[in-house]
């Protein structure tokens, strides 16, 4: 396995708890695990609170202050980013990391125009004078498939569609040309024949560049479509990581199996209701002292209430990691 670009070990991320409460904190992240190496994309999959976006802020230093921070690793090109200060931290965000947000109209400052946006994402370019700074961000805008960019620049965020403004969001985070993108559900907001346009945009671009990507989804069609390997997240850990043929091929942990039943396929028959996951996703199951997921497991036994499995390798292909009592390879 070659040396990761960007590698998380036991990440824990918490937060006061709110008043009434009591003392204390809640934890978001509880042990999550995730490896990308450079020029690949790993597709971040799992239910809402499971902790994909959290991980991502705190690989960006974007968390908030009163936000408890800690790893066993959190490194970026072997630095580690726990030991940066925060001058550091927003260097490397404008330069070696790239993001992309959900909701590109709440990204994006209603009372800037396109052009004066996406000029601030080359403060580090000193000396560029203004028609090169122009024609530096119109090239962006026409790279993402943007037609008369010249003119978009001047237009306001109000003034393009939803897919116009993801894509400038796109064109805005790869300005500074970054190693490692981070995508959080940059489709969901967008209709099923744009969600298609975006996927097939953020994957050309980031081949041609050879540009690592962390694409955060609700989707396992989408994780098919655009990551070579899959991290299943629940309650704040990460519980299965796999290429992506081999995830969908023969998921190992029962939270796989049980996303994929979910989904809706062409062989079943005309009236077969899905599948689903019995229960919730409790948001006091990152401070379980077992499984999170044992009380909605139908493998769960007594072991997985008090002891909480690690994210273990397991023989047969390989980089298949699952953290299951019960799994067998």
Known sequence: MSEALLEIRDLCVAYPRPRGEGAGERRALAGFDLSVRAGECVALVGESG????????????????????CAQRLA??????????????????????????????AALDPYLSIGEQLVEALWRERGLGRAELEARCAAALDEVGIREPRERLRAYPHQLSGGMRQRV????????RPRLLFADE?????????????????????????MALVFVTHSLGVAARIADRVAVA?????????????LF???????TRALLECVPRLDHA???RLSTIPGALDAQAAQAAGCAFAPRCALAVERCASESPRLEWRAGPPERRAACHEVRP
Not at 79 to 85: K, P, W
Not at 169 to 176: E, K, S
Not at 249 to 255: D, I, K, T, V
């Open 50 to 69: 499971s902790g994909k976006s959290q991980a991502c802020l705190a690989a960006l230093g974007l968390l908030p202050r009163h936000a408890s921070v």
């Open 76 to 105: 970026f090109d072997g630095r580690d980013l726990l030991a940066l200060d925060a001058r550091a931290r927003r260097e490397l965000c404008g330069s070696a990391f790239g993001a992309i947000f959900q909701d590109p109209l």
């Open 169 to 176: 969001l796109i064109a805005m985070a790869l300005l500074p």
């Open 186 to 210: 940059p489709t969901t907001a967008l209709d099923v024949t744009l969600q298609a346009q975006v996927l097939e945009l953020l994957r050309r671009l980031q081949r041609e560049r050879g």
């Open 234 to 246: 629940y309650a704040g850990r990460v519980v299965e990581h796999a290429p992506v043929e081999q």
């Open 249 to 255: 091929a023969r998921p190992l942990h029962p939270y």
């Open 270 to 272: 005309p009236g077969t």
